[in-house]
């Protein structure tokens, strides 16, 4: 389970890994977790396709019908909407149907690794975003995945999230901790910076000055997406290479504008006029993290009224809890942005006084 904050490299990641395990001859199962989409839902369609796959092979045709038959039982029973799954096969009530999510979803998951079993092909499944899976849902893929282990069977799961998954994966089995690794990705050192701007700039022909990678690195902080865009702008706006601090200057304000439009815009514009404020009282404090009952004194509300707000802000992905009452932005450099979107705020419950 890759951990990371937004725009350091995990969907990269993820997807690289996949590649790596198809190179290997597997069959991959790629998704992304959503807000409000249950994993019975993005599996199914998934799983149907796999299963053709491996009833292809002879010797697991047998196996991987009755994983097929498995698959209508479980789709019937959690009302998943999957299009056409009617292949002449009658579903099995007794397979992965009995309506509770954690004895089905091992069920099935089991079948269709033994058909892969059959057919000599490993099946990875690669899920992106897995903080927002419900946690019934998470819950049963962990069971799932530790019977698998359990049976030494050829099915293995990478994920990718933000840093809250550890503790949510703990919250839905103890055993989670065991059961996977979690490393987490982050923003890269000034060398690596530096060279991951250097290196392409190098291949393509042209220089860039030592004190404008300083200069990047100094604006990017080291995130790989940070990188990417101040990179793109630095080589539209020099006219000659070298690329100089001015043209990094120059650059910063083309790239500070794209990521308001797009990066920072698309997850603000998913706030409640009440979480905004909550992250703009952050904001106010700094980068973070802050204390809880910090951000609620800077908001004017009592930790009761906060509570909610914060709640509901994890879930959305835009906070997470580093430690134990601390609160920090999953968006790196969101309170830059806050700022610059609100910048003269007062707290709602301010206003609503002066009314």
């Keep these: 389970m890759l951990l990371g904050l937004r725009g350091v490299g995990k969907t990269v990641l993820l997807n690289r890994l996949a590649e790596l395990a198809e190179d290997e001859g597997y069959h991959t199962i790629i998704m992304e977790a959503m807000e409000g989409r249950r994993l019975a839902d993005l599996l199914t369609p ?21 994983a097929m038959a498995a698959l209508r039982s479980f789709a019937s029973v959690f009302k998943v909407s999957y299009g056409d799954l009617e292949v002449g096969i009658e579903a099995t009530p007794d397979e992965a149907a009995s309506g509770d999510l954690e004895m089905d979803l091992p069920n099935l998951l ?16 690669f899920i992106d975003e897995v903080q927002y899976l419900e946690k019934t849902d998470l819950s049963a893929l962990i069971a799932a995945m530790h019977r698998i282990s359990q049976k030494s069977l050829p099915l293995i799961l990478f994920g990718a999230g933000l840093p809250q998954l550890t503790g949510l994966a703990g919250d839905a089995k103890s055993y989670a901790e065991r059961l996977f690794e979690f490393p987490p990705i982050g923003a890269l050192g000034e060398d690596e910076s530096k060279r991951a701007v250097r290196e392409p ?8 000055e030592e004190v404008a990678l300083a200069g990047i690195y100094q604006q990017t902080k080291g995130y790989p997406y940070f990188l990417q865009e101040w990179g793109h702008h630095c080589w539209n706006m020099a006219d000659e290479s070298p690329i100089r601090l001015p043209d990094v200057q120059q650059a910063t304000l083309r790239a500070t504008a794209a990521l308001d439009a797009s990066f920072f815009r698309v997850r603000f514009d998913r706030l409640t006029r009440s979480e905004q404020d909550y992250l703009r009282a952050m904001a106010e404090m700094g980068p973070g993290p802050h204390a809880s009952g910090e951000i609620a004194s800077t908001l004017n509300v009592d930790v009761t009224t906060a509570g909610p707000l914060r709640t ?7 906070i997470y809890s580093p430690s134990h009452g601390q609160t920090a932005f999953t968006v790196p450099m969101f309170d830059d942005y806050m700022r610059r979107e609100i910048p003269k705020w007062i707290p709602h419950e301010r206003r609503r006084k002066k009314k």
Excluded at 312 to 318: A, I, P, Q, S, Y
């Design 201 to 208: 700039i190098h291949d393509a022909g042209a220089e860039i």
């Design 110 to 125: 089991i079948t269709v690794a033994q058909a892969a079993q059959a057919a000599e092909r490993p099946v990875g499944i």
């Design 46 to 66: 998934q799983l149907r396709t796999l299963l053709f796959r491996l009833s292809a092979v002879e010797k697991a045709r047998v196996v991987a019908n009755r």
């Design 312 to 318: 509901g802000l994890v879930r959305k992905g835009m």
